[in-house]
């Protein structure tokens, strides 16, 4: 196949970008889009242009490293599926592509496709843990769950915070990714001692970094690529308005 | 000089008790005086950076990737294996013990492996408490499978995402500590050099890889726990980034490499596909509880594999090691599918792959139940080769893996080079000549909770509070002129090939030469070509941009230029382990069906070398193995 990637070149935060246009031949289907970039790459370095910068470790789907729009969708067209395992047999010969860089608020342009997630770190560290010392676990088999909880715990926490949810979201909301995690934890019986507080301050923190208000697109879990749903997010808001509440109480109390 | 593996005495389901309590412990107060540096935040650093925070060390860790939670432990699938003996079919932490020794092919140090099995279990529990969705029963108990190398089932796994969920445990505890301010976190912050003041290990020099700035870090203690080196082969399995570098840059600076040729190639990953592949992705090995392997009887087989009737088929696993049938270790099943690809048997483009077939489970557990159990990997496998699995068997051939090698440390997990530790897979402690499945994030996470927070305190307790040097020591200046002075001259080369070509290049020598057979002829070759491809390297390669800003190809130069000369002990290694074991397999000592002979009297040692400056041979110190829980023996899993 040929096609033509148009890539966002940008060489560094305040630089101003543009996209640049690459025609490519000899793609073939079992080539991922990142080995095509890889190729590009190759003859770019080697016409002594600079290569285009992407994030990318495990190319497996799992690392969260890797992701950028291309043609207007984060991650690409094909359903549940990252950056790194798009192939290239999802394109037809003479497609034209376009690639971009996760564009939010909260996500600055570090270079070309690279943005900086670190947000995401700091979301995690307002509350996205279960405080236990390591050695104070009492035996694993003393904490009976069901499996539909743990199933359904496991289904949130494949998030692997590639942050599209955030680049799909007009509002730039990082609500899909604060509530896999919070669901993640809160449906755990080992979660439940911080669950109020985890949501209160995961979400202050949320709002804090820049990150917009969710108002139900729905375009987050059209793009995220290990299938968490919105149903997470009602979860969070539950816990989040029965926290506010609890934590009003208190401050009655105190008074 | 001689190597002290530090063994504590006693019998040895007694020595890790007596060791925890014959070690010093550090004054309380004093803990927050000493600064530790982790470098690596993946199970093994992440749970050592978290586990020595809460302790009230002050604790600095790296990481090259965007954050903590992207280490390459999150790419593990199967399994983590734990003595829980949850499963009551006569499990127990000796069998581990054993188990592991054995499957290491009697290479590994006694002690250390027993320790592993010991803290297994605490791990399981360390995980579940912090909020590991560990795969449960309908009574809600915790879940096991089996795994390669072992008859019972031990191992505990969340999905097909087990390291995800480890790391991602691990990572919260970590972020936990980076909001209390006991972790300061460097993402994007790669390690250069290690520092060294009179002879301990006191600091680093890292690049900061967004701004290009290179600075230096000063503690009382470091810990490497960067990971495994199999990037030396170019394709693996393992995350592009992987690297020897640190590990490397600190055998320069004299901490031993052990065992470097104990590299483990993994029998079920998905074929080569074409010239443009960048790296191979593994089926996970629980595939081969349910999935059995085979090849079609005759060479040039032309009938799609339906057609070929069963009278037809070849179940080699199944034929050669009746016992363990498709759960062989992965060695011993790797060279077996070499053996049939080699004979012409070989499936699918290029005749490099066997079939991995689910249709007899399918048809009797369900196609449900096969679906539960297996449905992301069949996802997963039909996105990269466009093949629907559930139609046609999926194609397997074996990969670069695993590295068992890695810098060489004692019971305390500590270097040779004092104030030098090294955990998880960047250390060569726990699995001999063959890791068994499951067992690489248990050690990880056994070197990062259970045994470093314990064991560093050997080191602190001897290192006076507050006396660390500071960052203006003349040997971090030096250690930041060297790392200035490679990357320019890597800069300033201007050559006409890339790096990447360079990095193939000595890949396909590593895979044909020092990969799944090994023979004196070729590792010779092998010792030729690689200085070859590294004095070409350094005098052909074009490396574009500044040192001053986000540079990938320069990262990568890096890494690749460690790499060359890594390879290089990696082939001498080899030549000089004149025997088979484990997944080192040299063709000139097999039985007569092909398994592996080991050479008891003159190599049950660990290979140690040293550096000795560039261009001459590296130096080999031996520390012998002794055995005395496990008999010796010839492995066999017929
Ligand atoms: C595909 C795959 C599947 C696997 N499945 C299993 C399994 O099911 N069960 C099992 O037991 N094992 C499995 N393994 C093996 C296991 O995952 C690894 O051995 C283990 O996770 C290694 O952990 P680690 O903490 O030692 O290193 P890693 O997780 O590799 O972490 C290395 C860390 O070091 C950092 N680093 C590296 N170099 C530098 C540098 N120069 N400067 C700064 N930072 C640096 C990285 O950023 C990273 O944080 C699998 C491996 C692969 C490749
Ligand atoms: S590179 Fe790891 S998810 Fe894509």
Redesign the pocket.
């Known amino acids: 196949m040929k096609l033509t990637l148009k890539i966002w070149r940008q060489e560094s935060p305040s630089a101003k970008g543009r996209l640049v246009a690459y025609p490519m031949d000899h793609v073939e289907g079992d080539m991922s889009f990142l080995e095509l970039l890889d190729i590009l790459n190759q003859s770019l370095i080697k016409k002594g242009e600079a290569p285009v910068a992407f994030d990318h470790d495990c190319r497996?789907g799992i690392c969260g490293s890797c992701g950028f729009m291309i043609s207007g969708i984060a991650h690409g067209p094909q359903k549940l599926t990252t950056t790194c395992q798009l192939f290239m047999r999802q394109f037809k010969d003479g497609d034209t592509i376009v690639a971009e860089p996760f564009r939010s608020k909260a996500f600055p342009v570090i270079k070309d496709l690279v943005v900086d997630r670190s947000a995401l770190d700091k979301i995690v560290q307002a509350g996205g843990f279960i405080s236990a010392r390591t050695g104070s676990g009492p035996d694993a088999n003393a904490i009976l769950i069901p499996k539909e909880k743990a199933d359904k715990s496991m289904d949130a926490a494949a998030c692997i915070g590639c942050g599209a949810c955030i680049a799909a979201c007009p509002n730039g909301s990082a609500m899909l990714f604060t509530s896999a995690k919070i669901s993640h934890l809160g449906l755990l019986p080992q979660g439940q001692t911080e669950r109020h507080q985890r949501a209160l301050r995961m979400v202050s923190k949320m709002e804090e970094l820049g990150f917009g208000a969710c108002s139900n697109h729905g375009e987050c879990e059209a793009v995220c690529p290990k299938g968490i749903t919105l149903e997470f997010i009602a979860r969070l808001n539950r816990d989040f308005l029965v926290a506010s509440v609890v934590a009003t109480k208190e401050a009655v109390k105190k008074v | 000089m001689t190597l002290d593996a530090k063994i504590p005495s006693g019998p040895i389901e007694k020595k890790w008790e007596k060791h925890r309590f014959d070690m010093k412990l550090v004054n309380p107060s004093n803990k927050r005086k000493y600064k530790v540096i982790v470098?690596?935040?993946?199970?093994?650093?992440?749970a050592a950076a978290a586990s020595l925070g809460q302790l009230g060390y002050e604790v600095e860790a790296?990481?090259?990737?965007d954050s903590?939670r992207?280490?390459?432990?999150?790419?593990?699938?199967?399994?983590?294996?734990a003595a829980k003996n949850y499963q009551n079919d006569g499990d127990s932490i000796f069998r581990l013990f054993y188990d592991t020794v054995k499957g290491g092919d009697f290479r590994s140090r006694e002690a250390n492996v027993y320790r592993l099995a010991e803290v297994s279990n605490a791990i399981i529990d360390q995980c579940v408490a912090l909020g590991v969705p560990f795969a449960r029963e309908y009574s809600g108990y915790l879940a096991n499978r089996s795994f390669g190398g072992a008859q019972v089932s031990r191992t505990f796994y969340a999905r097909g995402q087990?390291?995800q969920q480890l790391?991602l445990g691990a990572y919260a505890a970590l972020s936990r500590e980076v909001a209390l301010g006991s972790v300061k976190m460097y993402p994007r912050?790669?390690?250069?050099e290690l520092v060294v003041i009179d002879g301990h290990a006191k600091g680093i020099v890292?690049r900061d890889m967004v701004t290009g700035k290179v600075s230096s870090h000063a503690a009382d203690t470091v810990l490497l726990?960067?990971?495994?080196y199999?990037n030396v082969f170019y394709l693996?399995?393992?995350?592009k980034?992987?690297?020897t570098?640190?590990i490397w840059r600190a055998h320069r600076k004299g901490a031993f490499f052990a065992n470097p040729c104990y590299t483990q190639i993994h029998p079920t990953c998905i074929p080569v596909a074409g010239e443009h592949q960048s790296k191979l992705?593994?089926m996970?090995?629980s595939l081969r509880n349910d999935g059995r392997v085979w090849v079609p009887k005759k060479a040039g087989e032309q009938r799609k594999p339906w057609e070929i009737p069963e009278d037809d088929r070849d179940y080699y696993l199944e034929r050669k090691y009746p016992s363990y049938g498709n759960l062989a270790p992965r060695d011993i099943s790797s060279r077996a599918a070499k053996q049939v690809c080699d004979e012409g048997r070989g499936v699918g483009p290029g005749g490099r792959g066997v079939y991995l077939d689910f249709t007899d489970s399918i048809s009797r557990l369900g196609k449900g139940v096969i679906e539960a159990r297996y449905g992301n990997l069949f996802e997963m496998y039909e996105r990269i080769t466009g093949e629907d699995p559930w139609k046609w068997p999926m194609r397997i051939y074996p990969a670069m893996?695993?590295t068992m090698g890695g810098l060489w440390v004692d019971y305390n997990l500590m270097s040779n080079l004092p104030g030098l530790h090294v955990?998880?897979?960047?250390n060569f402690s726990d699995h001999g000549a063959n890791r068994l499945?499951?067992?690489?994030?248990?050690?990880?996470l056994a070197d990062?909770y259970f045994v470093i927070p314990y064991t560093i305190a050997d080191y602190l307790t001897k290192v006076k509070p507050g006396t660390r040097a500071g960052v203006d020591h003349p040997a971090f200046k030096e250690a930041e002129a060297e790392v200035a002075g490679r990357m320019k001259k890597l800069l300033s080369i201007g050559g006409t090939k890339t790096v990447d070509e360079f990095h193939k290049e000595l890949g396909q020598v590593m895979w044909e030469f020092v990969g799944m057979g090994r023979n004196e002829a070729g590792l010779k070759t092998a010792l030729q070509k690689i200085p070859q491809i590294r004095e070409r390297f350094w005098k052909e390669v074009l490396v574009p941009g500044s040192g001053a800003d986000f540079n990938q190809e320069l990262e990568k130069a890096g890494r690749v230029a460690d790499f060359l000369e890594m390879g290089e002990l990696l082939a001498y290694d080899a030549l000089m382990r004149d025997e088979s074991c484990g997944a080192h397999f040299r063709e000139e000592h097999q039985t007569p069906d092909g398994e592996a002979m080991r050479d008891d009297e003159k190599y049950a040692y660990v290979a140690a070398w040293e550096f000795k400056g560039e261009g001459k041979a590296p130096e080999l110190h031996k520390e012998a193995l002794e055995f005395e829980n496990v008999h010796l023996a010839q492995r066999s899993y017929k």
């Not at chain 2, 790296?62 to 990737?65: E, N, T």
């Not at chain 2, 992207?70 to 294996?81: F, K, L, Y």
């Not at chain 2, 912050?189 to 250069?192: A, C, D, N, V």
């Open positions: 497996e | 470098v690596g935040t993946g199970l093994a650093g992440g790296f990481c090259y990737q903590a992207r280490a390459h432990s999150i790419a593990a699938q199967g399994g983590i294996n087990t390291g790391l912050h790669e390690m250069l890292v726990a960067t990971g495994g199999g693996s399995t393992n995350a980034g992987c690297n570098t640190a992705t593994l996970s090995e893996h695993y955990l998880g897979e960047a499945g499951a067992s690489a994030l248990m050690q990880g990062g």
